[in-house]
């Protein structure tokens, strides 16, 4: 079935160093690829998203690159801030399934 | 953030109780999901309901039971659940079965 492997599963940088967190997806229908932010204690929130026809999109700080051949596709963050400390979520969405398949998580410590 | 609201936040139960969760999106989304969050594993997609319609079941067991009354409402009714159904369960809404979701604050369940 679809399965989506991200790593790694723990990222501690130092305040101003860039973060980076990677993915990579299987069933290649997959066309959607939105990264969620979920802080302690409260629920995932969309941060950035990219679709299939598209290689890279950034908004501020964070940007997301997409390799369709290789299958992955990763996040960066540039310039961390400790309110960046959270587990951060990839995810993969098929069309023809309908369905939004998650990462393991990474939880991303950064040290003022 | 009022989009999508479940009740309740923190629930302890016996595994003889039933009990029920409730999902509320004003956010005129037409499709619902019922996610379950444990540590250390990724979202586990348990149920979609798209204009009413169960279109997902994820292999769930059967102590597990849903309810959509209509595209605003979701329950997840629960009955004999055993010590490792304790997890965050997270409702989720987007437009119409489209990619982009929208989670609740969770419902943290604790099941001794």
């Known amino acids: 079935g679809e399965n989506v492997e991200q790593h790694p599963s723990t990222l501690s940088v130092q305040e101003g160093d860039s973060a980076v967190i990677k993915c990579t997806y299987s069933d290649s229908a997959s066309n959607y690829f939105p990264w969620y932010k979920q802080e302690l204690g409260k629920r995932p929130q969309l941060i950035i998203d990219i679709r299939s026809n598209v290689g890279e999109k950034k908004d501020q700080r964070i940007a997301v690159t997409l390799n369709k051949t290789a299958k992955h596709f990763s996040l960066h963050i540039t310039e961390t801030q400790p309110e960046d400390s959270a587990v951060y979520f990839c995810?993969?969405?098929?069309?023809?399934?309908?369905?939004?398949?998650f990462g393991q998580g990474t939880t991303l410590q950064v040290k003022p | 953030e009022t989009g999508v609201t479940q009740t309740p936040r923190h629930l302890v139960m016996g595994m003889t109780n039933k009990k029920s969760l409730k999902c509320e999106q004003h956010?005129?989304?037409?499709?619902m999901y019922w996610y379950k969050q444990s540590a250390k594993k990724p979202l586990e997609l348990m149920f979609v309901?798209?204009?009413?319609?169960?279109?997902e079941n994820n292999s769930v067991p059967s102590r597990f039971s849903p309810e959509c009354p209509n595209s605003s409402h979701l329950f997840l009714h629960l009955h004999t659940l055993q010590p490792e159904d304790s997890a965050l369960y997270l409702c989720a809404s987007s437009p119409s079965g489209e990619e982009t979701q929208y989670f609740g604050p969770g419902t943290r369940l604790l099941v001794l």
């Open positions: 309901y798209n204009f009413k319609e169960q279109t």
């Open positions: 956010l005129g989304h037409n499709a």
């Open positions: 995810a993969a969405h098929t069309s023809n399934t309908g369905k939004l398949i």
